[in-house]
């Protein structure tokens, strides 16, 4: 007889799981405690769902930043390809952006959804909305009970877990699904906002809130250890530092910021070498000998930056150019090459677009996702302890994911 299975959580990973499972023809059904599927899906990448990425196999692997081996049978089983096949076939246009990413060719999340919600009624997938799982009983048969928030119960063959994360609460995502893991045994990995903008020490930081750098490179230093050199775009903002070197370096390097600051040295001209820009700077200088400092450095750098590394560089504002030593110059050519900033925290869940963290990966069977501790309860999407940088990866991990849950818990 078919395995009847529910499936928790009706976001990407347990819709795609329960396509999977009711394929493979098992009695499936969505239990999702909000008032309709993929809430979280439909506000994905800025409302255009950056559902996948079209690089190599490789390239999956390179971006995802916790267990990637862990998801390798995942991806290898169901891989990006197969992912934009499964759209395709189902009539959605597909458009490829800057950095591979591929979006609906209409810009509009809700068409990936539509096209779960058609193949879930297609293949009678029960839906039960507003219905939240509360626990899950190992019953003396092997069955699974489990029991929702209106008071009901209900036994199933095999229950897949796909509630999320902690990110964006509002879309649906509680944690409720973790307490419900840990309560069954499962570790916890701590939870951490990920893909989230990054808090800074210093108050003159925070007075260039609104500033947008393009093509600017961050060293990013932890005890004098050097961790990495992102290139690209960055934002400052009212509480640090934000955009997507900064996203990249909260998913990097987020556990070790976790247990200390970071140190953060902005290249604001990286195309030149610190040579390069003291020739540039003393060419300003000498057209502009009789200027005040202050006046004589707008050509360098956008007019917010001025008066916060004026005051780094410790030369009066007024003070003449030609009156400017050497040391002076040097001090000011360093902080242009390496402006400091002091990263000591994360923005919290409501801002962060994935959570680092989740049921580990050593109680989950990788090739089958099924628990390792409690049997026929299999696992899928954020709820997992991986997680990637964005590109349309962390959708990846939740399609490849639902699909092995789903075709494994129907056998
Ligand atoms: C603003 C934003 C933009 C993003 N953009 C992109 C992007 O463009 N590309 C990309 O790859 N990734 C993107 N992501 C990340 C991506 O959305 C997630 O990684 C993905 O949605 C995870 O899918 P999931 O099914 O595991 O979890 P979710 O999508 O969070 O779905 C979990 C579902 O479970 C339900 N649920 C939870 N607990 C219970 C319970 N106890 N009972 C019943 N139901 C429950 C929730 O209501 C929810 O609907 C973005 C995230 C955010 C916040």
Redesign the pocket.
């Known amino acids: 007889m078919a395995n009847n299975i529910c499936v928790?959580?009706?976001?990407?990973?347990?819709?795609f799981a329960a396509v999977a499972a009711a394929e493979c023809g098992a009695k499936v059904s969505i239990?999702?405690?909000?008032e309709k599927?993929?809430?979280?899906?439909f506000?994905?990448?800025?409302g255009?769902?950056?559902?996948?990425n079209g690089c190599d196999t490789t390239g999956l692997f390179d971006n995802i930043v916790t267990n990637s081996k862990f998801l390798y049978s995942a991806i290898y089983g169901y891989d990006n390809y197969m992912v934009r096949d499964y759209f395709e076939s189902r009539g959605l246009k597909v458009k490829v952006e800057r950095g591979e990413r591929m979006f609906p060719a209409s810009d509009k999340s809700s068409d990936v959804i539509k096209v779960l919600e058609n193949d879930i009624k297609k293949l009678g997938i029960d839906v039960f909305l507003k219905?939240?799982?509360?626990d899950i009983l190992p019953e003396d048969d092997g069955s699974l009970r489990v029991s929702f928030s209106d008071g009901t119960k209900e036994k199933y063959d095999r229950v897949i877990l796909?509630?999320?994360?902690v990110?964006?609460p509002s879309?649906?995502?509680?944690g409720?699904?973790l307490k419900?893991a840990e309560k069954l045994g499962h570790k916890i990995v701590n939870p951490i906002p990920s893909?989230v903008g990054l808090t800074c020490r210093e108050e003159d930081v925070k007075s260039l809130q609104g500033l947008s750098l393009k093509n600017i490179s961050i060293t990013l230093m932890q005890k004098n250890k050097k961790l990495d050199n992102i290139f690209g775009e960055m934002l400052f903002t009212h509480y640090g530092v934000s955009g997507p070197v900064i996203l990249t370096a909260s998913a990097k390097y987020g556990r070790r910021l976790e247990k200390e600051e970071i140190k953060g040295y902005i290249d604001l001209k990286p195309a030149l070498s610190k040579e390069k820009l003291d020739e540039r700077v003393l060419r300003d200088f000498k057209e502009n000998a009789n200027r005040d400092f202050v006046n004589a450095i707008g050509g360098l750098f956008p007019s917010k930056l001025i008066p916060v590394i004026v005051k780094r560089s410790g030369i009066d504002e007024h003070k003449k150019v030609h009156d400017i030593t050497k040391e002076e110059r040097e001090r000011f050519v360093n902080i242009i090459k390496a402006f400091e900033i002091t990263i000591d925290g994360f923005r919290n869940f409501d801002e962060?677009?994935?959570t680092k963290g989740g049921v580990s990966v050593k109680d989950i069977d990788p090739s089958t996702m099924q628990s390792k501790l409690v049997s026929g309860l299999y696992f899928?999407?954020?709820?997992i302890d991986t997680d990637?940088l964005?590109?349309?990866?962390?959708?990846?991990?939740?399609w490849s994911t639902?699909h092995l849950a789903g075709i494994c818990a129907a056998e």
């Open positions: 928790i959580g009706g976001g990407a990973a347990g819709m239990t999702e405690h909000n599927l993929g809430k979280k899906l506000i994905t990448g800025k255009r769902c950056n559902f996948t219905k939240n799982a509360e796909c509630s999320g994360g990110s964006y879309t649906g995502s509680d409720s699904g419900i893909l962060a677009i994935i899928a999407g954020e709820i990637a964005t590109g349309g990866f962390n959708l990846q991990i939740a639902g």
